[in-house]
């Protein structure tokens, strides 16, 4: 089983940025496609952002098209989520997870039952 550690985020002003990262341990991390979840007070975790195994190929939600981009770097086992022109709406415990099949051709990334191995989160707050 792999351990997720998210870092980066925080309070930050409407308008503003954050980059968020999470240090995957292991030696498979780069088998296996990555997201990104959120879950704001009282709703459902949602998809936020996805990139494979390889980091050629990218899946956003409708929400943050434009403003976020996701990004890993297999060799320091880590993926990244730099977000851009933050709104209040983007409030929420942001998590990664690592998906259930190694080196997937093709989508399923955009549901939590795809994933399997989840980090602790970590808080960000876009203050209006």
């Known amino acids: 089983q792999v351990q997720l550690v998210e870092s980066g985020g925080g309070l930050v002003q409407a308008g503003g940025s954050l980059r968020l990262s999470c240090a995957a341990s292991?030696?498979?991390?780069?088998?296996?496609?990555m997201g990104w979840f959120r879950q704001a007070p009282g709703k459902e975790r949602e998809f936020v952002a996805a990139?494979?195994?390889?980091?050629?190929?990218?899946d956003y939600a409708d929400s943050v098209k434009g403003r976020f981009s996701i990004s890993r770097d297999n060799a320091k086992n880590t993926v990244y989520l730099q977000m851009n022109s933050l709104n209040p709406e983007d409030t929420g415990v942001y998590y990664c997870?690592?998906?259930?099949?190694?080196?997937?051709?093709?989508?399923?990334?955009?549901?939590?039952?795809?994933?399997?191995?989840w980090g602790q989160g970590t808080q960000v707050t876009v203050s209006s």
């Open positions: 997870a690592r998906n259930t099949i190694p080196m997937r051709a093709a989508g399923g990334r955009r549901k939590v039952d795809d994933y399997d191995d």
């Open positions: 292991g030696r498979t991390f780069r088998l296996y496609d």
């Open positions: 990139v494979n195994w390889s980091g050629g190929s990218t």
